[in-house]
T-cell receptor
Framework: ELKVEQNPLFLSMQEGKNYTIYCNYS?????LYWYRQDPGKSLESLFV?????AVKQEGRLMASLDTKARLSTLHITAAVHDLSATYFC??????????FGTGTSLTVIP | DSGVTQTPKHLITATGQRVTLRCSPR?????VYWYQQSLDQGLQFLIQ???????AKGNILERFSAQQFPDLHSELNLSSLELGDSALYFC?????????????FGPGTRLTVT
């Protein structure tokens, strides 16, 4: 079974600072996904990373995938309050299985 | 607004009962996915249907079942409900049937079992 671990679980950062959320997975995963969830809301798909070395950027968020290290990162640049949310990564394993990480709750403080 | 609709928004029921949650995908999407989010279990993938057929199965309990109808809407049936089934149930839809690509999520149904 594919296991997906995120850290940190909670992240409080000041506006304007940079930080990285890490997503480790236990076995081979064909692809890696990132989602955002605002409090009390549904999920929003952010990125799908399909291959080793894949990098995708949208605004202040940049996601990357290193399949050899079994690691994906979500880098936040110059954080703003609007980025406060919970971020989940998820891995896609053999047998059409799909597993979420525990989530990282991000709070950006003015 | 993702274009995915779910009904009802909230549901309160008693242990041992059976409920049905409904999901209508975005226009043109053929896949529907069901997810459960609870404090204990986190986010879990339950099941996927593509054009009426089961495509992938996750951690779905035997007490739970789902189907996708010819008009592509889907229903998730939960029976013999237990307190631990209290959770937020999301559905998502996508055009394709493989790889969980480009999913659009509905607003969710919050189920409370008392």
């Amino acid at each position: 079974e594919l296991k997906v671990e995120q850290n940190p679980l909670f992240l409080s950062m000041q506006e304007g600072k940079n930080y990285t959320i890490y997503c480790n997975y236990s076995t081979t995963s064909d692809r890696l996904y990132w989602y955002r969830q605002d409090p009390g809301k549904s999920l929003e798909s952010l990125f799908v990373l399909l291959s080793n070395g894949a990098v995708k950027q949208e605004g202040r968020l940049m996601a990357s995938l290193d399949t050899k290290a079994r690691l994906s990162t979500l880098h936040i640049t110059a954080a703003v309050h609007d980025l406060s949310a919970t971020y989940f990564c998820a891995g896609y394993g053999s047998g059409n299985q799909f597993y979420f990480g525990t989530g990282t709750s991000l709070t950006v403080i003015p | 607004d993702s274009g995915v609709t779910q009904t009802p928004k909230h549901l309160i029921t008693a242990t041992g009962q059976r409920v049905t949650l409904r999901c209508s995908p975005r226009s043109g999407d053929l896949s529907v996915y069901w997810y459960q989010q609870s404090l204990d279990q986190g986010l879990q993938f339950l099941i996927q249907y593509y054009n009426g057929e089961e495509r992938a199965k996750g951690n779905i309990l035997e007490r739970f079942s789902a189907q996708q109808f010819p008009d592509l809407h889907s229903e998730l049936n939960l029976s013999s409900l237990e307190l631990g089934d209290s959770a937020l149930y999301f559905c998502a839809s996508s055009v394709g049937g493989t790889g969980f690509m480009e999913q659009y999520f509905g607003p969710g149904t919050r189920l409370t079992v008392t």
